[in-house]
T-cell receptor, first 115, second 110 residues
Framework: DAGVIQSPRHEVTEMGQEVTLRCKPISGHNSLFWYRQTMMRGLELLIYFNNNVPIDDSGMPEDRFSAKMPNASFSTLKIQPSEPRDSAVYFC?????????????FGDGTRLSIL | QQQVKQSPQSLIVQKGGISIINCAYENTAFDYFPWYQQFPGKGPALLIAIRPDVSEKKEGRFTISFNKSAKQFSLHIMDSQPGDSATYFCAANRAQKLVFGQGTRLTINP
């Protein structure tokens, strides 16, 4: 079975540019999570969706960040305008709801560098 | 209240030894405690998880010990192998949201 698919794997862009990260969750999963990983702050939850609806975006750092999930098989995380401090690895994860607790399955991330 | 504190930050163990990583939490509303393993260039992958009404869970060489009264839990890796060299994260779950510890970089020397 295909896991969570993220694209691109690497992104290098200049400060001020718009960045769009993409995620395809595991088929049948109804929860999707976006995380950011840095050395200083570790793994932080940015936002999560359930059945395509944003449930909690309290981790989104500021208005420059936005996330959408137009359907069950696709989500985007957008940064506009980007800043050097946004450089990090961004992970998408998905989980199902067949059991009381189901593990989150992570993609391999997008390594973002803002120059 | 949302923090999960993990120690040590890094750990070096000889092949065949026991690796022990510890975590502590404050929020008693957490209801599930997974451990994730991450290799360089990869996303975290679930290793083992435990509910707070269980004191120990074992899967192969990996064991979680859970102390609810102390609000602490730990991962034990028995007979550690070079292939276990990775970064390990403890986490705590509440309402579908995971709060992660800072991670432990484990190195198993051959």
């Amino acid at each position: 079975d295909a896991g969570v698919i993220q694209s691109p794997r690497h992104e290098v862009t200049e400060m001020g540019q718009e960045v769009t990260l993409r995620c395809k969750p595991i088929s049948g999963h109804n929860s999707l999570f976006w995380y950011r990983q840095t050395m200083m702050r570790g793994l932080e939850l940015l936002i999560y969706f359930n059945n395509n609806v944003p449930i909690d975006d309290s981790g989104m750092p500021e208005d420059r960040f936005s996330a959408k999930m137009p359907n069950a098989s696709f989500s985007t995380l957008k940064i506009q305008p980007s800043e050097p401090r946004d450089s990090a690895v961004y992970f998408c994860a998905s989980s199902g709801d067949r059991a009381w607790w189901e593990p989150q399955h992570f993609g391999d991330g997008t390594r973002l560098s803002i120059l | 209240q949302q923090q999960v504190k993990q120690s040590p930050q890094s750990l070096i163990v000889q092949k065949g030894g026991i690796s022990i990583i510890n975590c502590a939490y404050e929020n008693t509303a957490f209801d599930y405690f997974p451990w994730y393993q991450q290799f360089p260039g990869k996303g975290p992958a679930l290793l083992i998880a435990i509910r707070p009404d269980v004191s120990e869970k074992k899967e192969g060489r990996f064991t979680i010990s859970f102390n609810k009264s102390a609000k602490q839990f730990s991962l034990h890796i028995m007979d550690s192998q070079p292939g276990d060299s990775a970064t390990y994260f403890c986490a705590a779950n509440r309402a579908q949201k995971l709060v992660f510890g800072q991670g432990t970089r484990l190195t198993i020397n051959p």
